[in-house]
């Protein structure tokens, strides 16, 4: 059932091109938003890092309700290579957004950061209340730095204007995130997209066995990235009293994980399976493993009446079936 145009609030989602904002696209679609009522730009129309263009943007088409989904992201390379890009972009970008959401009336904001906000030897699962206990991991310091920014920007925002001006902006903290739009480079991408095209380009080749990286024992924690948009959506539409009673002004985020975590190696052996893959799978134990174990504790998030849905092999399946359609497209 579609909302009516006049019903439905003017939501503008940041970075909707990208696999976590068209994820959202799809979930208020799904929900019954107007697209009409769905404001979007492209980088070639909008440059986030500029403040002015940003404000005219906001006075111009003065949404109601924002997701920022926008950042620059990329894996360990690109944060080593670029870091000064990384921590100017990511600051530029939400403290422009957020300031001309604020400044053009917009009561109600959801920004989306990451689970490297924690320090490199949070306790697991990690918790909201791991945040600013010790290090970060030095490799994406500066990307890291930026998401805690946007949350203490939402978080000071809401102190000094949520009574005067009814500003309710919340943060959502995802674990690592596969599906549709996933960039499946060869050097750039995660883990599930880099297994995705591995396996495929060896079953291709026919060849007779595919090497990993490290010894395959570190556990990870993964998400659709359709059960993320669900969770963001869910997130923002909490009455404020509900959200408020398990959260702390200073403390707000909510971590979005699947609830449960896998080795590297079991990882490996069910994306073989989808993909078709018959070969040995092979482990390069002179490579780094990085963190033994990173889960997300999604406890609060729980108790605010989300789980997650899609089973990994369920989506697993899902975005094999993205990523050959993306070979196709090219």
Not at 58 to 82: D, W
Not at 130 to 150: D, R, S
Request: aromatic share 8%; glycine share 8%.
């Amino acid at each position: 059932m579609n909302k009516s145009a006049s019903s439905s609030p003017r939501i503008y989602v940041a970075g909707h091109r990208g696999m976590v904002g068209s994820a959202i696209v799809r979930q208020l679609l799904a929900a019954g938003h107007s697209e009409s009522n769905i404001i979007a730009r492209t980088h070639a129309d909008l440059d986030l890092t500029d403040q002015a263009a940003v404000r005219s943007f906001f006075a111009s088409e003065t949404p109601q309700e924002v997701y920022l989904a926008a950042a620059r992201v990329g894996g360990i390379h690109a944060n080593n290579t670029y870091p000064a890009d990384f921590i100017y972009d990511n600051l530029m970008m939400e403290a422009n957004i957020i300031d001309a959401a604020f400044r053009n009336g917009v009561k109600r904001l959801l920004f989306l950061g990451s689970s490297c906000i924690y320090p490199r030897m949070a306790p697991q699962p990690m918790a909201e209340d791991a945040l600013l206990t010790g290090p970060l991991e030095p490799t994406n310091e500066p990307y890291a730095i930026a998401k805690i920014a946007g949350i203490k920007l939402c978080e000071s925002y809401n102190r000094q204007y949520g009574q005067s001006h009814g500003v309710d902006y919340r943060s959502v903290m995802p674990t690592n995130l596969y599906g549709p739009g996933d960039n499946y480079h060869p050097e750039n991408s995660h883990v599930i997209p880099a297994l995705i095209r591995r396996f495929h380009e060896a079953r291709v080749a026919s060849a007779p066995n595919v090497t990993i990286w490290g010894t395959g024992t570190p556990l990870r924690d993964f998400l659709y990235v359709d059960d993320m948009a669900a969770a963001s959506v869910h997130v923002m539409n909490l009455p404020k009293g509900v959200f408020d009673q398990h959260t702390r002004p200073m403390q707000s985020h909510v971590n979005v994980g699947s609830g449960s975590d896998m080795s590297i190696a079991d990882l490996a052996r069910a994306v073989g399976q989808i993909v078709g893959f018959e070969g040995a799978i092979d482990f390069d134990v002179s490579k780094p493993d990085g963190a033994p174990r990173k889960l997300m504790d999604s406890h609060r998030l729980n108790a605010l009446g989300w789980m997650a849905k899609v089973d990994l092999r369920a989506g697993l399946a899902r975005a094999y079936a993205d990523f050959l359609n993306a070979q196709e497209s090219h």
